[in-house]
């Protein structure tokens, strides 16, 4: 979930432990190969920009948004003009559905519901690039290669979620829509990321906890990647735009990766704020190995997570991962970075 109320969905796909088992296959869809135009954020206005004082007003488009439009490349279509391609399939209950002429989508902005569509299409597309960017279905074994149905708007609420059991990701219109924040929908993604690693994941506390930490931290580290430049406000800040919906304090942040908390002091027994705690070991695990050897690592491991996993488990699951890929100094260090948090 992107918001603080929800706990994280179960799997369905199953997947192999980190070692000693047969890799089933996962490949991706196939004829997927078209591309085409069309306009999102990168990742959001606040961000990049660097304007805390940005508010929704409505959905309006105000001049003071105009320079965080952009137009990109939409990869893996399936040449029907419409937003369904090998990793997602767009649906929406709130407009008419967008589609391209000749490969290229019109220069929709947040006050039409198709700018939605393309964001929530283009950022899911873009965090399965990050993935096989680190080498997941190539040299690595494949992480959710498969198609997404991501619903715009159908959640009238300030929340977005990851349901399992239709293996889709909603995204919702209250506030700042979900949609136009692309660090919200590669939060969502990283709870269907777990889901095709691991069946049945996030059954208890800890390990819907560890869903939320991670599902933060991809959203960070995929969003900083695809944009490519330094950001504005801090990087560890989570949905700087959603959150100006609700929050007070600047910087606005849904949460951050680069908390205090240690356990078990400060554990809540809610899921979002005790997942502060994983995700901070994260955020120092990319520090000290930095972001390909880092995020490779915490996604390895998570193949070996049970699907009630605690922290210290997952932890120890991580430490193996490391030490497996990148050897002893590499481990060493992310045993230093789970150390500071309480968890081992």
């Known amino acids: 979930m992107a918001t603080r109320r929800s706990a994280v969905g179960v799997a369905v796909v199953a997947a192999a432990a980190l070692a000693g088992m047969s890799v089933p296959a996962q490949g991706a869809p196939t004829g997927f190969t078209s591309t085409a135009t069309g306009t999102v954020f990168m990742p959001n206005p606040v961000q990049e920009l660097g304007i805390e004082s940005l508010t929704d007003q409505k959905d309006a488009d105000y001049p003071a948004l105009a320079p965080a439009y952009h137009r990109e490349t939409l990869t893996d279509l399936d040449g029907s003009g419409t937003l369904t391609g090998a990793y997602a399939a767009v649906k929406s209950s709130t407009g008419q559905a967008a589609t391209s002429v000749n490969g290229v989508f019109p220069d929709w902005h947040r006050n ?14 873009t965090a399965q690039a990050y993935l096989q960017h680190l080498g997941f279905g190539s040299t690595l074994r494949p992480v959710n290669q498969r198609q997404i149905k991501v619903r715009i708007d159908q959640y009238g609420g300030d929340n977005s979620f990851f349901r399992d059991n239709k293996a889709d990701i909603t995204l919702g219109k209250g506030g700042v829509d979900d949609a136009e924040d692309a660090e919200v929908i590669v939060h969502e993604y990283g709870h269907s990321v777990q889901d095709g690693q691991v069946p049945g994941f996030g059954t208890n506390l800890e390990s819907g906890a560890i869903g939320e930490g991670f599902g933060d931290y991809l959203a960070v580290v995929v969003t900083s990647w695809a944009a490519g430049a330094p950001t504005l406000t801090p990087e560890a800040c989570v949905a700087d735009w959603d959150s100006v919906s609700y929050t007070s304090t600047v910087p606005h942040c849904l ?11 400060d554990l809540k027994g809610e899921v979002h704020a005790d997942g502060e705690i994983w995700s901070r070991a994260l955020w120092d695990i990319r520090g000290a190995l930095g972001d390909v050897k880092g995020t490779t690592t915490i996604v390895e491991a998570q193949f070996a997570f049970a699907k009630d996993t605690s922290l210290h488990d997952a932890a120890l699951a991580t430490v193996a991962a490391a030490q497996r890929l990148y050897g002893t100094s590499a481990a060493k260090q992310v045993t230093k970075a789970f150390a500071a948090r309480g968890i081992l």
């Open 255 to 265: 949460r951050r990766l680069d908390g205090t908390k240690v356990y078990p002091t």
């Open 112 to 125: 039409s519901d198709q700018f939605e569509q393309v964001m929530g299409y283009f950022w899911v597309t």
